[in-house]
């Protein structure tokens, strides 16, 4: 008998060490491709959002307390793949809670968000593995909360949540990869640059999704999904929205040159 997509997802969520968050994910993600994993109709409701399980470390601090490093030294460049697994290994639990949260959505939705966190925890096993050649181990260094905090604040809302998670803090990504590509160019460091090559190119994918879904709602909902975008922005991600914006690829991942314009206006205005 197939068991349940929603509990699947729990156990993944909770699941506290690395190596349990990433076997779990990846069985989760395989049973449900073999078809052994279904979203029941008779569900009970989400419980409530909390803190996913995680390992013990890295540490979680203030962002401010995170020091920035060259890239120049092999001790900066670890700092920095550690920042970016330190973003996959979350983006494992945003992708589960995705999935967990939000009921009675077409099967389309729960198949794209299990998609995406086996993307993810495949980004953070190719940094982890980077790491080591590196001599480190993922929990070296400080990270912070931040993008686990956007998934409790839009708990209670599927469409925020698209707007926020995928459309604003995943997308940000898809903004910066391509300067960090050519700073890790500028040092030699290519081994690093073909994993960074992957994460960009799968990540518009993600985004994509977060613009299909948050489409979706807002059609459900009878509401304009610009004047709706532009809201939540203001509401939630006035400290979290940075520019300048990668047009090309937010385009490709479902921004329209309505939402690019406004972006670009928002800038302006939250200064
Ligand atoms: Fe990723
Ligand atoms: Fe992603």
Excluded at 76 to 101: K, M, P, Q, S, T
Aim: with cysteine.
């Amino acid at each position: 008998m197939p068991g349940s997509l929603f509990e699947a997802a729990r156990a993944c969520l909770d699941a506290a060490s690395v190596a349990a968050k990433l076997d779990a994910t990846f069985a989760a993600t395989a049973a449900f491709g073999r078809g052994e994993l279904v979203v029941p109709d008779d569900a009970p409701a989400p419980e409530p959002v909390r803190m996913p399980g995680r390992p013990a470390r890295p540490q979680l601090v203030h962002p401010r307390g995170l020091p920035r490093r060259g890239l120049g030294s092999v001790q900066g460049r670890a700092a920095f793949i550690h920042a970016i697994a330190h973003i996959e290994f979350n983006a494992i639990d945003l992708a589960w809670d995705a999935v967990y949260r939000f009921r009675g959505m077409p099967a389309q939705y729960y198949a794209d968000w299990v998609s995406c966190a086996r993307d993810e925890a495949r980004h953070f096993a190719m940094l982890q593995a980077r790491l080591r050649t590196m001599g480190h181990a993922y929990g070296d260094f400080d990270a912070h909360n931040g993008l686990w905090e956007m998934a409790e604040k839009t708990a209670h809302d599927g469409l925020a949540r698209m707007a926020l998670v995928p459309r604003v803090l995943e997308a940000r990504g898809l903004d910066v990869t391509p300067g960090m590509i050519r700073r890790l160019q500028d040092v030699g460091d290519t081994a690093t640059v073909e994993i960074l090559e992957v994460i960009l190119r799968e990540e518009v994918a993600h985004v994509a999704a977060g613009s299909r879904w948050f489409r979706w709602y807002c059609e459900r909902a009878g509401v304009a999904p610009l004047p709706t975008f532009r809201r939540l922005l203001a509401e939630y991600a006035r400290a979290v929205l940075y520019g300048p914006f990668n047009h090309e690829a937010r385009s490709r991942a479902g921004f329209s040159a309505d939402e690019l314009r406004m972006l670009e206006e928002s800038l302006l205005t939250t200064d």
